[in-house]
Structure formats: C-alpha cells, structure tokens
C-alpha cells in the first residue's frame, strides 16, 4: 500500500497556490496532485485545479486535503512506497503543475514502504 506523505515546505508552497487562487475551489475547481509518468517532469507530483481524473487511476492519499493519484503507469512502481511530496525553488520549470507560478516545483521523494 502506498503512504502519501507532505513536508512542511510543500504545505507552506500549497498555502500559496491556495491564496494565489483567492481560496475559493468554487472558482476553479478542487486542487488534485496526480503523479504520472509521462512528459512535462512527469515523475514529479503535478497540482491542477478541476483535473480529468480516470477511472485507472488510484487515490493513494491525501496531502494537507489535497487528493493525490497515481496515474496506472505508476501504480504498480510505487505500490509499496513511502512517497512524500516536497518542493524546491525552480524558476525555470516547463511543468504545467499550478506552483510553477510561484516559482517553485513539487518533487517526489520516495522509498519503499518498511514491513
């Protein structure tokens, strides 16, 4: 089973994007992070607002009330893992991901799971 986990910095990046949005989902839509392994920094957790979320994709926690989903190319890889959702200064990131704004980019840090 898979352990989502967030670092206080990533909440703090979180809060940001939350403000920048005026705090209102009404607005745009509820916040999902989706981690998918495809193109644009695909490994990396990515923040959209009102996201298309399939049926093949797995809920596998919750970040600070934020939903995050594996996409099916990476349920299997991370079906054991400890991930924890982090964020670094990144000015010049081409992620689609809502915090790029801000200049910052979520980063995945992850091991495997102890048993």
Same mark, same amino acid.
């Given at each position: 089973?898979?352990?989502?986990?967030?670092?206080?910095?990533?909440?703090?990046?979180?809060?940001?994007?939350?403000?920048?949005?005026?705090?209102?989902? *009404?607005?745009?839509? @509820?916040?999902?992070?989706?981690?998918?392994?495809?193109?644009?920094?695909?490994?990396? @957790?990515?923040?959209?607002?009102? &996201?298309?979320? #399939?049926?093949?994709?797995?809920?596998?926690?919750?970040?600070?009330?934020? @939903?995050?989903?594996?996409? @099916? &190319?990476?349920?299997?890889?991370?079906?054991?893992?400890?991930? #924890?959702?982090?964020?670094?200064?990144?000015?010049?990131?081409?992620?689609?991901?809502? *915090?790029?704004?801000?200049?910052?980019?979520?980063?995945?840090?992850?091991?495997?799971?102890?048993?």
């Amino acid at each position: 089973m898979t352990t989502v986990r967030i670092t206080a910095a990533a909440c703090a990046a979180l809060g940001r994007v939350r403000q920048e949005r005026g705090g209102s989902e *009404e607005r745009s839509g @509820p916040l999902t992070f989706t981690i998918d392994g495809g193109c644009c920094e695909g490994a990396a @957790p990515h923040l959209f607002d009102d &996201a298309v979320i #399939t049926s093949a994709a797995l809920h596998a926690g919750d970040a600070d009330g934020v @939903p995050v989903y594996l996409q @099916p &190319a990476m349920i299997e890889p991370y079906a054991d893992a400890d991930i #924890t959702i982090d964020v670094i200064e990144d000015a010049m990131s081409e992620s689609m991901s809502l *915090e790029t704004g801000l200049g910052l980019r979520f980063v995945l840090r992850e091991s495997k799971a102890q048993r």
